[in-house]
């Protein structure tokens, strides 16, 4: 199943959100689907980031896509909830592409103990977005220390409306 959908905005760059993944409850455009959070994450990022111009296609892929993706784009096998890239263009802007993996995040929520997959698929598209943006943190029990991590997980608390 490949479906797209875009949002855009010139004053917070656009958002497209493509998705090859088998879950009719991530990919469906109903009510309680998370595709308007994760456009409305990665939107908002980008805003808050200053990232005017920017564009960000968001990917949902199923578990055997990402594992193939991880495989090709890092060497690693196995399965990982994100991967993202950034092509800056010769006029400033920048492109970028975030696949994300539900079956993953569904898996790994527990990990992070929210028990709430559409927190951790919000987390997800912040996260990326934020790689794409440049911004980068150390593997290992550093990374949730890091600037990046911080900065991340305040973005997540502003779009899911919580105190710190």
Known sequence: MRSSASSCASSAGCITIASTIRSPVAASRRPGSPRP?????????????GARGAR????????????????????????TD?????????????????????????SGNG???TGNVTEELVRLAVHGTLHVLGYDHPD?????????????????????RRAP
């Open 37 to 49: 959070r994760l456009e409305r994450a990665a939107r908002r990022v980008l805003a808050w980031e």
């Open 82 to 106: 994100v991967i993202a890239y950034a092509l800056p263009q010769p006029d400033g802007t920048l492109l970028g592409d975030v696949y994300i993996c539900p079956d993953a995040a569904w």
């Open 56 to 79: 960000v296609e968001l990917t949902l892929l199923d578990a055997p896509a990402m594992r193939r993706l991880n495989h090709r784009a890092t060497g690693r096998r196995g399965l």
């Open 140 to 160: 290992g029990p550093g990374r949730t220390r890091s600037p990046m991590w911080r900065r991340q997980e305040r973005y997540v608390r502003r779009l899911l």
């Open 111 to 113: 990990q992070r103990g």
